[in-house]
């Protein structure tokens, strides 16, 4: 679901301007979009809607101590029941939630130790593509890059009036995913299930190679303006994207 579409991603992105404008640490504001995108709680959505989310603090590559008792009440409040049922991140796990305390412990104190140095690279020329290297570089935010890719998504929208070139760096930067992978098989003439799960670097060039490919055929034999705003991570100026449109497509 595009993020203008979708009140989950509102509140978040809510809750993070309101809390990054007050103190504009970039380096705590990539904390807590990790922390809220890799949570997925309902109830963690609804605190954030009423202002009862803690603001995560990082200081000398650390959570502080203040930020690390309101992590443990949270998880306290919540029973334990961190994720949502349906997502499986983990699917070799036989029991829900596929992902536990322990492991989004590990992943935020890896983000910690990295914050810093990621707010740096933010702020340096070709922001996104760089910051997705490094974030895939930390356990757990490599593979096909989704998770990745939330992040910066989030990073965008509450960053954007900083970053005069955003969307310019966004047009020709994409995460290809399973779904739109399979449609690209279609069009390429490859069986529906090639390649789908391949992480590897040649695979993923060639599927963002694709996608601009069928991006600038859709420009060049189309009068459909709006096409010229595509972009292939996820987000444009208009809120359209090729690979949502895969994605949605690969499920008829």
């Not at 509140?11 to 640490?25: G, K, P, S, V």
């Not at 702020?123 to 760089?130: K, L, M, Q, S, T």
Request: proline letters at 3%; aromatic letters at 8%.
């Amino acid at each position: 679901m595009v993020r203008v579409t979708d009140p989950t991603s509102q509140t978040l992105l809510t809750h993070f301007a309101a809390n990054y404008i007050r103190e504009c640490d970039l380096a705590n504001l990539i904390m807590n979009i990790m922390f809220l995108r890799n949570t997925m709680s309902r109830q963690v959505v609804k605190w954030c809607l009423e202002g009862g989310m803690p603001w995560i603090r990082v200081e000398h590559g650390r959570i502080v101590e203040e930020s690390q008792h309101a992590l443990t009440e949270v998880f306290l409040k919540l029973n334990g029941a961190v994720f949502f049922t349906s997502v499986e991140p983990q699917k070799s796990r036989a029991k829900c939630p596929r992902r536990g305390w322990g492991e989004l412990v590990s992943e935020l104190v890896s983000f910690a130790g990295k914050a810093k140095a990621l707010a740096a690279v933010w702020r340096r020329a070709n922001g996104v593509e760089n910051l997705a290297i490094e974030i895939r570089k930390i356990s757990g935010f490599g593979g096909k890059g989704f998770r990745m890719k939330e992040i910066l998504l989030d990073l965008v929208e509450v960053t954007r009036a900083e970053i005069r070139d955003i969307d310019d760096q966004l047009v020709d930067f994409g995460v290809v995913g399973p779904g739109p992978r399979r449609i690209l098989n279609w069009i390429n003439g490859r069986r529906w299930f090639d390649n789908d799960q391949d992480t590897s670097p040649t695979a993923e060039r060639m599927y963002i190679d694709e996608l601009r490919g069928l991006r600038g055929f859709l420009i060049e034999r189309t009068a459909v303006d709006e096409l010229r705003n595509l972009n292939l991570l996820g987000f444009s100026k208009k809120q359209t994207n090729s690979e949502f449109a895969l994605a949605a497509n690969s499920e008829h």
